[in-house]
């Protein structure tokens, strides 16, 4: 057996040894099974970062004696894909998601050996990661990651098959570690909330809220920079177009937003003591749902899925197929029903508790409109948008209409935003008059809606979300204290979150719905043709033979390759925009003679207020065999950067909320064990309390 396999089922005895630790832990209350248990949980961890250290020096070394680093590294790979290969396939993948578990967990545990947290909630939340540890594990144990290269695969590639063509850029050595390091933090939360829900202590927010606020960081990370990745590489016209596994995707980042506007309320008044872990809960299940629609292949129309749908049979037959013949696609989805069986009894059982120690809240005419109930509003529009995104999603299985995407998600997206626009400014407009504003933004949608049949969804959006834009500029000026800039952070964060979706929504809207797409054809005689504004021009093109202008790695034993390019040149008026080469690589095989696509390589010139988008789409031939006129692809998308700039004001607002939190965590932790200190003394407990707290701690040791 492979020394990697070893350390794999290495890492199975040691998480099932936890979830023993843990659990006798938790039902003797005895410290050594604690001990042992943070032992199992150190060792796990040392023996998970070895084995992905182990994997990554094979892949650096080109190892192809090991089947999946021949697959996705090749011996003249640069080092950047090397490292990039790793993570490139189902099973590094999930090797580096099982590290990105125990890593946060492992830290939590040190942090938190002196801090006075509720022993249940720590108890079953380790208890949840362990499982979930030992679960992932088993399957990447089903994967066999280390097992040996077929001999036969050597022979056809003995210098290794090699990341796709499409695979080697920068950005794959950024996105995938950064969508895995946020599917593992949230598993912490998500452990957490059923800890809430099988216990009832409050002290679940202290693992969840701060980590899901990072996961939230990353997640809309990993997916802005899939999107970057498939406006800037793939060249397909776009950075979303509601592809399975980008909807998929997407699903946890909604439900993780309502989930982050629940917890605040429960940490502040209590509020959503069943749906904020619930929606917790919900978000991981998500992530687990993402992964089953990557890894069925065959079930879902998609690009991104490892494998391909037979739409000839039903979808119902092609989901039995993969559920008998993928015993991995299998787990994952008893996994999923596992999770929402035992949520909806936890969360009936909490309710029950509940339900006998709270009274039921009621709201007046008055309170319509404040600020509880906007946040419900809020969450509910949230979970209600998760909802229709994967009913439409399920119900698309065969063939995803964008449209109905774009039609449905969009209406509930702009509710959202009305929504918003109350909760930014009714405190300074007063009820009536938000009222009269938000009624008087609707009419003007509405009509826009009406008039503009052309640009329907144009006119229905902008009135809302420009009204939103000045709501959110004036609220983080209100909000902006330039005397005391520390103080100002927290609130300003969460306003610059709220004008963050703002703007990307208006760049959406523009991007999507105001697009011009010509498709030109330019010759040796007519070089140049207008798009809009704008005068596209070529001044040059040829073939050559191999790969030219691009630093890509590839099989030149069984393959030969060819560039083309032309040199675009793009006018307004009299005024230079910009220059750029389009390129498009072929590769013909020396054994079969089949022709394919290896690469387009697409230009964007950028403006203040617009892209264009420029792609190589075919070239001609004269009789002579030389390139006489090719056609090329012109797409101009306005407000394009909005789309970008809305993406990392979402990480900095975020970013400060964190770091504004944890000053004020700290504080209040003094101001709390200061007053509770107070209380002892006045009750002349103190010092007999103290004595005990010393002697318990003497036993231990």
């Known amino acids: 057996m492979p020394a990697g396999s070893l350390l ?73 894909y090397k490292i990039a290969g790793v993570l490139a396939g189902m099973e590094g993948s999930l090797l580096f998601w099982i590290w990105a578990i125990i890593t946060p967990w492992l830290y939590m545990e040190i942090k938190t050996i002196k801090k006075p947290i509720n022993e249940d909630i720590r108890d079953w939340t380790r208890i949840g990661l362990f499982i979930v540890m030992l679960i992932l594990i088993y399957i990447l144990i089903l994967h066999d990651i280390f097992k040996p290269t077929i001999a036969n695969y050597l022979t056809l590639y003995p210098n290794g098959y090699g990341l796709d063509p499409l695979l080697q850029t920068n950005l794959m050595v950024i996105h995938p570690p950064v969508v895995f390091l946020a599917y593992g933090i949230l598993v912490l939360p998500f452990a ?24 939230w960081i990353l997640l809309t990370l990993g997916i802005g920079l899939g999107a970057i990745w498939a406006y800037v590489v793939l060249g397909w016209g776009g950075y979303w177009g509601w592809d399975p596994v980008e909807t998929s995707s997407l699903l946890p980042w909604i439900i993780l937003t309502g989930f982050l506007h629940t917890q605040l309320m429960y940490k502040r008044k209590n509020d959503y003591p069943i749906l904020a872990p619930i929606l917790g809960v919900t978000s991981f299940i998500l992530i687990i749902f993402a992964t089953f629609v990557t890894r069925a292949g065959g079930l879902w129309v998609s690009v991104h899925t490892f494998g391909k749908a037979n739409v000839e049979i039903s979808p119902v037959q092609r989901f039995l197929n993969i559920l008998s013949e993928n015993q991995i696609v299998t787990i994952y989805f008893v996994f999923i029903i596992l ?11 909490r309710y029950k ?13 008055g309170e319509l409109i404040s600020d509880d109930l906007l946040m419900l509003v809020t969450i509910f529009l949230f979970i209600i948008t998760g909802i229709v995104t994967i009913v439409i ?12 995407f774009n039609f449905n998600i969009g209406v509930l997206s702009l509710v959202i935003i009305l929504t918003l626009i109350f909760c930014m400014i009714w405190r300074y407009t007063g009820r009536k008059w938000i009222v009269i504003l938000g009624g008087c933004t609707l009419f003007v949608s509405a009509i826009g809606f009406i008039i503009f049949q052309n640009n329907s969804v144009v006119a229905a959006s902008l009135p809302i979300l420009i009204v939103a834009l000045f709501g ?4 983080i000026i209100k909000s902006l204290r330039i005397r005391n800039i520390r103080n100002s952070i927290k609130p300003v964060s969460a306003q610059l979150i709220h004008l963050a979706i703002i703007l990307l929504l208006l760049g959406y809207v523009g991007s999507n719905f105001l697009v011009l797409d010509k498709n030109v054809s330019l010759s040796l005689d007519q070089s140049r043709e207008n798009v809009g504004k704008y005068t596209i021009y070529a001044t040059g093109f040829e073939e050559l033979d191999g790969i030219n202008f691009v630093e890509i790695d590839v099989d030149l034993i069984n393959y030969e390759y060819q560039t083309k390019y032309v040199d675009v040149k793009v006018m307004e008026g009299d005024s230079l925009v910009g220059t750029e080469r389009l390129i498009i690589i072929t590769s013909t095989s020396k054994n079969t003679g089949e022709n394919k696509l290896v690469r387009n390589e697409i230009k964007v010139i950028g403006t203040p207020i617009e892209d264009i988008y420029l792609t190589y789409r075919q070239s001609y031939t004269d009789t002579d065999g030389n390139i006489d006129r090719i056609d090329i692809s012109v797409k101009i998308l306005p407000l394009m950067k909005l789309v970008w ?17 944890k000053k004020l965590t700290i504080k209040q932790d003094l101001e709390k064990k200061k007053d509770r200190d107070g209380e002892k003394i006045k009750n002349g407990n103190y010092y ?14």
């Not at 700039?645 to 975020?654: A, D, E």
């Not at 007999?688 to 040791?701: P, S």
């Open 472 to 475: 959110a500029g004036y609220k």
């Open 688 to 701: 007999e309390d103290l004595v005990e707290e010393e002697l318990e701690k003497l036993k231990k040791v």
């Open 393 to 404: 999603l399920i119900s698309s299985v065969n063939s995803l209409n964008p449209n109905d």
């Open 339 to 349: 999770c929402l069986i035992i949520t909806a009894i936890l969360s009936v059982y």
């Open 192 to 215: 957490a909330a059923l800890a809430y829900l099988i216990t009832g202590h409050k002290d679940w927010i202290f693992y969840s809220l701060k980590w899901s606020r990072i996961g």
């Open 353 to 365: 508790k509940i339900k006998k120690s709270r009274e039921e809240q009621y709201f007046t005419i």
């Open 645 to 661: 700039i809305g993406m990392w004001l979402m990480v900095l607002g975020m970013i400060l909320r964190i770091l504004s939190e």
């Open 8 to 80: 794999i089922y290495l890492c199975f005895f040691l998480a099932i040894l936890g979830v023993i630790t843990s659990i006798l832990r938790f039902k003797t209350k005895e410290y050594r099974f604690l001990k042992y248990s943070r032992l199992f949980t150190v060792l796990l961890f040392l023996t998970i970062s070895f084995t992905l250290f182990y994997l990554y020096i094979l892949f650096l070394t080109s190892d192809l004696s090991i089947e999946y680093i021949w697959q996705y590294t090749s011996v003249t790979h640069p080092i950047h």
